[in-house]
C-alpha cells in the first residue's frame, strides 16, 4: 500500500480487537516511531499491552472499546511542538494503516494520570493516538469539494489538487 492509499482507507477506530500488534508490524512500528524521534526531538512513546490509560469514564464516554495500545505524544513546553505532532503524529497514523493497524487521535477522553510514563519538568503529553487492529475499518467522514474550500482553483498546483 502506498500513501495515497493510505490516506483514502484511514478513517478513526474507536474499538478493537483482542489481537496483539506483535511480531514483524511491532517491530515496524517501534521503527517508524524511533524515525519520527530522531527527525522531530520529540519523545514519542509507544505503549503495548496497557488498558490503564483507557480504562476510565472518559474513556468510555468516548466510546473507546478494548484500547490496550496506544502512541503518546510527547514534547518539550515550547512554542510549535504541538505543530510538529500534529505532523509526524500523522506520519505514524498513515504508516500504522500500511502495516494494517487502525488508529485513532485522542485529546481528551483517556487518563492521562495513568499513562506508565514520569514526565520530565520541560515535557508535556500534547496528544495521544490509540492503536490496533480495529473492529471495523472505521467510517468515511463527509468531505467538502475543493470548490467549497477553495475560492479560486483555477491557478493551484497539482500538489494541491491532488491532496
Not at 7 to 35: F, M
Not at 61 to 77: C, D, M, R, S, T
Not at 112 to 136: F, S
Amino acid at each position: 500500500m502506498d500513501i495515497k492509499k493510505a490516506i483514502a482507507q484511514r478513517h478513526s477506530v474507536r474499538s478493537y480487537t483482542n489481537k496483539k500488534i506483535d511480531g514483524e508490524v511491532k517491530e515496524k512500528l517501534i521503527n517508524i516511531i524511533e524515525e519520527c524521534n530522531k527527525k522531530s526531538g520529540l519523545n514519542i512513546k509507544l505503549f503495548l499491552n496497557e488498558p490503564k490509560a483507557f480504562d476510565t469514564f472518559m474513556a468510555h464516554y468516548g466510546k473507546f472499546e478494548n484500547v490496550n495500545n496506544y502512541i503518546v505524544l510527547i514534547g518539550k513546553k515550547d512554542k510549535g511542538t504541538d505543530e510538529k505532532c500534529g505532523y509526524f503524529g500523522e506520519e505514524i497514523v498513515l504508516k500504522a494503516q500500511m502495516l494494517g493497524l487502525n488508529t485513532c487521535w485522542v485529546a481528551l477522553t483517556y487518563g492521562k494520570r495513568k499513562i506508565p510514563y514520569d514526565l520530565k519538568k520541560d515535557e508535556k503529553i500534547y496528544c495521544t493516538i490509540a492503536v490496533g487492529y480495529g473492529k471495523t475499518n472505521g467510517v468515511k467522514s463527509k468531505s467538502k469539494s475543493i470548490k467549497e474550500v477553495v475560492k479560486n482553483d483555477d491557478h493551484m498546483p497539482d500538489w494541491f489538487k491532488d491532496g
